[in-house]
Structures are given as structure tokens and as C-alpha cells.
Antibody
Framework: QVQLVQSGAEVKKPGASVKVSCKAS????????IHWVRQAPGQGLEWMGW????????KYSQRFQGRVTITRDTSASTAYMDLSSLGSEDTAVYYC??????????WGQGTLVTVSS | QSALTQPRSVSGSPGQSVTISCTGT?????????VSWYQQHPGKAPKLMIY???KRPSGVPDRFSGSKSGNTASLTISGLQAEDEADYYC??????????FGGGTKLTVL
């Protein structure tokens, strides 16, 4: 069965970077894009960007342009989301999701990133 | 991109129907038939309920239906049940390989 398993919770200081992983199983990794979506406490879902797992091309939300980098390791069937220059407003649960025709049928369990001094 | 506009909350009694709207622009909702809806219970990952405006993934009850008119998409839940109480989010393709979510709607089953 399709599974996306994310890395564990992180606590970071302001100004630091965080890298969250998303390991896929149960399907051919390079057949579907992986998107990243975040959700601040008590807030809604926010689209961050995505990676074409086949060729590595990426697209980011303008809101995160310059601060976010999404990569993948096809040999490990894993996608990564790196967010830099963290501020308190980046405290959120970060989700990866498998995308097909702009739909997310499979999601990771979420990774809580807490930014605190 | 600006978030799509959803009502902050809606409510209904068991057995009734409710409709949640999702308003965008001609650059997102109105421009493409790539609108999806997600249900999210507290502490859980979102679940796909509707895709391509009005299609249901297997396993989603036919009480859930979607539609679109112009720049506004809608999710209708008929025969409300207690377990439908959750947050609901719309999502649309917004061109140039980007997507945008709505702000979310809290559904309360009275």
C-alpha cells in the first residue's frame, strides 16, 4: 500500500534551517510528484511547492521563494524540504503529499517544526 | 497567490444538507477544472473527498458532491452525520504549476 513516512519533530532556533524528509513506499517513486503543504497552529493549509520526482524540476510558492528548497533522492525514494531563515511564524506541521492531476490522495503523517529561542 | 475564500464556519443538524463555498478568480477556480476538497479532523492529515470539481475517490460516500459555477466551487454534504464534523479545505490549480488552498471551513454538526 502507498505510504509516505516523514521524519520526526524538530525544534529550531530563529535563523536556523530545517530539513524534513518524506520516504515513499508502495509505488514507483518517480511516477508521481511530491508536494509540500504546511499548517500553522490553528490555521489553514498552505501550499509551499513541489518536485517532479522524475527529473528533479521544482516549483515554489512565491511566498517561500528563496527560503525553501525541495530535493529528492530517487535511490532512497525520498523527498526533502529544506526551509531556511526560520522565524516563529514558521512553527507549523509540514506535510508531504503525493500529487496526481492536482489532487493529493496520499499524505505523510506530518512533521511538527517548532521555532523557538 | 491569494488564498481562496471560504466561509469560516457552517453548521447543520444530522440529516440536513450543507454547502461550503470556495471563491477564487478566473486565474484559479474559474480557469481550470482542477478543484479538490479535503476533510481534516483534529490532529489528522487531510483526506481527499472530491477531485476535478465533482469526482469522488473510491470509498468516499456519495453524500459528498462538488460543483463549480464561474469562479466559485462548492462542496455539498447531504444527510449530515456526526462524523462529518471537521474542517474542510478547497484547493485549486492556479496556473504556472502552482496550487492554492482555501482558508478552511469548520463544519459543526449540531
Amino acid at each position: 500500500q502507498v505510504q509516505l513516512v516523514q521524519s520526526g519533530a524538530e525544534v529550531k532556533k530563529p535563523g536556523a534551517s530545517v530539513k524534513v524528509s518524506c520516504k515513499a513506499s508502495g509505488y514507483t517513486f518517480t511516477s508521481y510528484a511530491i508536494h509540500w503543504v504546511r499548517q500553522a497552529p490553528g490555521q489553514g493549509l498552505e501550499w509551499m511547492g513541489w518536485i517532479h520526482t522524475g527529473n528533479g524540476n521544482t516549483k515554489y510558492s512565491q511566498r517561500f521563494q528563496g527560503r525553501v528548497t525541495i530535493t529528492r533522492d530517487t535511490s532512497a525514494s525520498t523527498a526533502y524540504m529544506d526551509l531556511s531563515s526560520l522565524g516563529s511564524e514558521d512553527t507549523a506541521v509540514y506535510y508531504c503529499a503525493r500529487e496526481f492531476n492536482c489532487n493529493y490522495e496520499y499524505w505523510g503523517q506530518g512533521t511538527l517544526v517548532t521555532v523557538s529561542s | 497567490q491569494s488564498a481562496l475564500t471560504q466561509p469560516r464556519s457552517v453548521s447543520g443538524s444530522p440529516g440536513q444538507s450543507v454547502t461550503i463555498s470556495c471563491t477564487g478568480t478566473s486565474s484559479d477556480v474559474g480557469g481550470y477544472n482542477y478543484v479538490s476538497w479535503y476533510q481534516q479532523h483534529p490532529g489528522k492529515a487531510p483526506k481527499l473527498m472530491i477531485y476535478d470539481v465533482n469526482k469522488r475517490p473510491s470509498g468516499v460516500p456519495d453524500r459528498f458532491s462538488g460543483s463549480k459555477s464561474g469562479n466559485t466551487a462548492s462542496l455539498t454534504i447531504s444527510g449530515l452525520q456526526a462524523e462529518d464534523e471537521a474542517d474542510y479545505y478547497c484547493c485549486s490549480y492556479a496556473g504556472s504549476y502552482t496550487l492554492v488552498f482555501g482558508g478552511g471551513t469548520k463544519l459543526t454538526v449540531l
